[in-house]
């Protein structure tokens, strides 16, 4: 039997095949372009060029990596389009000065900025690296557990997830009368499950200068690195704690939860929410922000469907089949399947609140 036949015994198209070699093209090229993008973020090559252009012998000199190495990198930049090359050369790229324009410099350099991207292609290497696990992983049953992807990881996380809650969070919350007055309450306790780096922790307390804010993850050193970003700041603190502990640090302490793009990590979610809901006074406020995937599996789906599913399959996946009898949500957690998690957990209702423009993400409001 023909190999190139389709199960029926039909040729495919021609044109199709041609046209879904080249997607697949892309996509390597893309990947290989993703694996340059974290040299120069990992080696501090973008940050040794932005307002500063430079020949390879300069940034080979600023940077200390080797020369030969430095020509062929900014010669691949510039080729992707993403740095510029001026001046004459001499046949051999040496005397040709490369810039990095104002636009990739904010995106690879600028932790601030909202469009701060580099983090992605750091993990994306990071995970590259894990394949041999994650394909055994895949043959078992088991899983790949966050640690074993190292600081990078954790890291990016941290970093990509970071502008938002620095500058968007603040805004967000205020924008939706009920959850923002609860928050303003004098002295209101509110607790962040599964804070990772604490950034989500640091806004709401910045925000909210009169609350004592409570971060908990069970990754040390996400904890350890909270400490770090939150130093000075004397109305939040970080500690170890499992989500389907809070409850233990006792009943009706908080006036709010939230669960930040965590949830849907979590071996058993169900537990969790119970545990907060059992936390959280009465006339408080349980927020979860989760990915804003698709209502339904519809596909072919859009970008942000796309992303979480590749999350999903190379990290989140993984994370959660580690810990035995997980539920294993994975990344795309629909809002029925959280509307699920919600009600068994002892939650009445789940709502979606009315917040725009906070990127892949969707904000749910859980009502006693």
């Given at each position: 039997m023909d190999d190139t036949a389709d199960r029926d015994g039909d040729k495919a198209d021609e044109q199709v095949v041609e046209d879904f070699a080249g997607w697949v093209f892309d996509r390597f090229l893309g990947g290989m372009e993703t694996l340059s993008i974290h040299i120069g973020s990992s080696l501090g090559l973008y940050a040794a060029l932005r307002g500063a252009p430079a020949t390879a012998a300069e940034l080979a000199a600023r940077t200390s990596i080797d020369r030969r190495?430095?020509?062929?990198?900014?010669?691949?930049?510039?080729?992707?389009?993403?740095?510029?090359?001026?001046?004459?050369?001499?046949?051999?790229?040496?005397?040709?000065?490369?810039?990095?324009?104002?636009?990739?410099?904010?995106?690879?350099?600028?932790?601030?900025?909202?469009?701060?991207s580099a983090p992605l292609a750091d993990m994306f290497a990071a995970?590259?690296?894990?394949?041999?696990?994650?394909?055994?992983?895949?043959?078992?049953?088991?899983?790949?557990?966050?640690?074993?992807?190292?600081?990078?990881?954790?890291?990016?996380?941290?970093?990509?997830?970071?502008?938002?809650?620095?500058?968007?969070?603040?805004k967000a919350l205020a924008s939706v009368p009920r959850v923002h007055e609860v928050l303003s309450r004098p002295g209101a306790g509110i607790a962040d499950v599964a804070c990772g780096h604490g950034w989500s922790t640091i806004g709401l307390a910045r925000a909210y200068p009169d609350a004592i804010v409570d971060g908990f993850d069970i990754d040390a050193p996400a904890i350890e690195a909270a400490h770090e970003h939150a130093a000075g700041l004397e109305n939040v603190a970080f500690s170890?704690?499992?989500?389907?502990?809070?409850?233990?640090e006792g009943k009706d302490r908080y006036d709010a939860a939230f669960v930040f793009e965590a949830l849907h990590d979590m071996p058993d979610?169900?537990?969790?929410?119970?545990?907060?809901?059992?936390?959280?006074?009465?006339?408080?406020?349980?927020?979860?922000?989760?990915?804003?995937?698709?209502?339904?599996?519809?596909?072919?789906?859009?970008?942000?469907?796309?992303?979480?599913?590749?999350?999903?399959?190379l990290?989140?996946?993984?994370?959660?089949?580690?810990t035995p009898d997980s539920v294993a949500t994975g990344t795309v957690m629909r809002h029925a399947t959280l509307e699920r998690y919600a009600h068994e957990a002892g939650f009445s209702a789940v709502s979606i609140l009315p917040i725009d423009g906070f990127a892949a993400f969707r904000f749910y409001l859980l009502e006693r």
């Open positions: 190495y430095a020509r062929e990198w900014l010669e691949q930049q510039a080729t992707a389009g993403i740095l510029d090359g001026d001046g004459d050369g001499d046949g051999e790229g040496d005397d040709l000065k490369f810039r990095l324009p104002a636009a990739q410099a904010e995106v690879l350099t600028d932790r601030a900025s909202l469009g701060y995970v590259a690296l894990r394949m041999p696990d994650l394909t055994d992983a895949y043959r078992s049953g088991r899983g790949v557990p966050w640690a074993a992807f190292g600081a990078a990881v954790r890291d990016g996380q941290g970093d990509i997830n970071r502008p938002w809650f620095e500058n968007e969070l603040a170890e704690l499992r989500g389907e502990q809070l409850a233990d979610p169900v537990a969790v929410l119970s545990s907060i809901r059992r936390a959280v006074r009465s006339d408080g406020v349980v927020v979860v922000m989760d990915e804003a995937v698709a209502e339904t599996f519809s596909p072919p789906g859009d970008d942000t469907e796309r992303a979480m599913y590749g999350y999903s399959l990290i989140c996946l993984p994370d959660s089949m580690s």
